[in-house]
Structures are given as C-alpha cells and as structure tokens.
T-cell receptor, first 112, second 116 residues
Framework: DQQVKQNSPSLSVQEGRISILNCDYTNSMFDYFLWYKKYPAEGPTFLISISSIKDKNEDGRFTVFLNKSAKHLSLHIVPSQPGDSAVYFCAASEGNTDKLIFGTGTRLQVFP | DTGVSQDPRHKITKRGQNVTFRCDPISEHNRLYWYRQTLGQGPEFLTYFQNEAQLEKSRLLSDRFSAERPKGSFSTLEIQRTEQGDSAMYLC??????????????FGEGSRLTVL
C-alpha cells in the first residue's frame, strides 16, 4: 500500500528552465509534507516542507504547492541548475507520529 | 564533522550471519531513526528512539532485527541470521525534539548491506 506516490521515475530539464516534480498521496490524515534531495553515496537532505494548512511555501528557487482536495503536491525549481541533478523524494507525516512515509523518488537531470 | 555518522559504510556477509550497524547522531539531537532503502524505493521507516527509549517499531522490523540506544547517544541495529532479502541501504537519521513534523531529519550516508 503505497501511501505516497511519485509516478515519474525520472525527469530531464534544460538548465534555466523550470523543473516540476509531482507527488500524490492517499492518506488524508497526513498533515505535513516534505521534499528531500539525495545525491549518490549520500543520505537524503531536507529541502523544503509545507503544512497542510497552507497551499504554498517558497524558499529561494524552490516552491512547494499543496492541493489538498486532489491529494497532490508539487515541487517547482526555477531556474533549474546542473547542481540540482539528484533524486528527489516526497515524504509525508501525520502530526501524532514521528515517522516519515517516503515516495519512490524522481531522478532529476538538469542538462546545460 | 558534526553530521550523522554510520559505520560500516558497506558490509558484505553470507546468508545466516549476524551483522551490526552503528549510528552516531548529531550530539544535541535526542531523536534517532532507522530507515531502510532498497533499490528503486524510498526510505522505509524501521524504528525510532527518543533518548534511550524505543518508541515505535515498524512491522518491517522482524524478530531478527533489534535496535538499541543504551545511553541515549549512539545506536546499533543488529540483524541476526541474515537473508538475501535483507540486502539494502540502512539509513540512520537524527533530529531535535522539534524536528518532526516539520521533517528536518538529518540523515547519515547509510550502511549498505549485501547478503550473498
């Protein structure tokens, strides 16, 4: 039972353009959503999060949008840079637990 | 280096052997998590400690798996009688008490287990 889904295993974007990574979830009890980035041979690193009471959170080039009615969130990276090339994981948590449920990841490649 | 440290980085073992992984969290973090990641999947929650207390265990953590954090600092994850299906990356993460639900887990680089 995959509660957090990332249906696109890979995405290729030209440098300077926008990257849009998508994530869907099934559990309506999730109240916090997060994106993590992972480079090869490293652990995941926290990128940005959003509470379910918001529909947008922005941090520099990264913006996360949440559509609760559709149970969908997306991460926008603009402008994309070659250093953004990594695997991006969407994750979710319930307020009364201390664990994250991760999606399967989307590999982003930003080419010059 | 004040990040989360895991040892060993890579362990190759034969089926049926026992293996132990160690995690040293960031010193001021009192919460410690173990996750497992297999190829093509995201990290899956295994267990979580607050100080020395193990507060939650996943159904993924069979009886062959045991985790400890005896003094509330470093943690060990032991797998007994390893099976080929145990082959995975074992990730440790730590956080401050306010780390979740905002999600700021700090992950180590992981310990990759290969069971032959």
């Amino acid at each position: 039972d995959q509660q957090v889904k990332q249906n696109s295993p890979s995405l290729s974007v030209q440098e300077g353009r926008i990257s849009i990574l998508n994530c869907d979830y099934t559990n309506s009890m999730f109240d916090y959503f997060l994106w993590y980035k992972k480079y090869p041979a490293e652990g995941p690193t926290f990128l940005i999060s959003i509470s379910s009471i918001k529909d947008k959170n922005e941090d520099g080039r990264f913006t996360v949008f949440l559509n609760k009615s559709a149970k969908h969130l997306s991460l926008h990276i603009v402008p994309s840079q070659p250093g953004d090339s990594a695997v991006y994981f969407c994750a979710a948590s319930e307020g009364n637990t201390d664990k994250l449920i991760f999606g399967t990841g989307t590999r982003l490649q930003v080419f010059p | 280096d004040t990040g989360v440290s895991q040892d060993p980085r890579h362990k190759i073992t034969k089926r049926g052997q026992n293996v132990t992984f160690r995690c040293d969290p960031i010193s001021e973090h009192n919460r410690l998590y173990w996750y497992r990641q297999t190829l093509g999947q995201g990290p899956e929650f295994l267990t979580y400690f607050q100080n020395e207390a193990q507060l939650e265990k996943s159904r993924l953590l069979s009886d062959r798996f045991s985790a400890e954090r005896p003094k509330g600092s470093f943690s060990t994850l032991e797998i007994q009688r390893t099976e080929q299906g145990d082959s995975a990356m074992y990730l440790c993460a730590s956080s401050l008490p306010t780390g979740l639900p905002t999600g700021e887990l700090f992950f180590g680089e992981g310990s990759r287990l290969t069971v032959l």
